[in-house]
């Protein structure tokens, strides 16, 4: 069952949030473009932009039509029962526990002196990872 109450400060946070989000990023990757090495700032728009796009169908997908959202759907965008918040904060617990030895690994890659960039792509790539198979497991055993 989804949750359909909404106060007036959730909806006008509901607005504001994405919109801020969005000038936020959009000054980010300006400032990566102008200051950052190579293509840094022209992918970090990229990644933020699709990341965008993917919230917005979510949450289109979680409005229009509840009960065809999936699990993480109703749970990223915290309109879903007790279920979907626990399989969420579940897999987030996960994520959160590997974090920290994937980030200290990583870290002592590059101390040592392999190459930045593969490693720090690799560490963003294990951690999604980590977060969708996490998420899939426990939303198979809840």
Do not use: C, K
């Not at 022209?42 to 917005?56: D, E, I, K, S």
């Amino acid at each position: 069952m989804s949750t359909t109450d909404r106060t007036p400060l959730q909806t006008f946070l509901l607005v504001l949030i994405p919109f801020a989000g969005l000038v936020l990023l959009t000054a980010i990757g300006l400032l990566l473009r102008e200051y950052a090495p190579g293509n840094m700032g022209t992918g970090f728009l990229v990644g933020a932009g699709l990341a965008l796009v993917a919230a917005a169908v979510a949450g289109l997908r979680v409005v229009r039509h509840p009960e065809r959202a999936t699990t993480f759907e109703r749970g990223w965008t915290q309109r879903g029962d007790e279920r979907d918040d626990l399989v969420l904060t579940r897999a987030l617990a996960v994520l959160g526990l590997l974090s920290l030895p994937l980030t200290v690994a990583a870290t002592l890659l590059i101390g040592v002196g392999v190459d930045q960039l593969p490693i720090l792509l690799a560490l963003n790539l294990a951690l999604m990872a980590t977060l969708a198979i996490s998420f899939a497991v426990i939303n198979r055993r809840n």
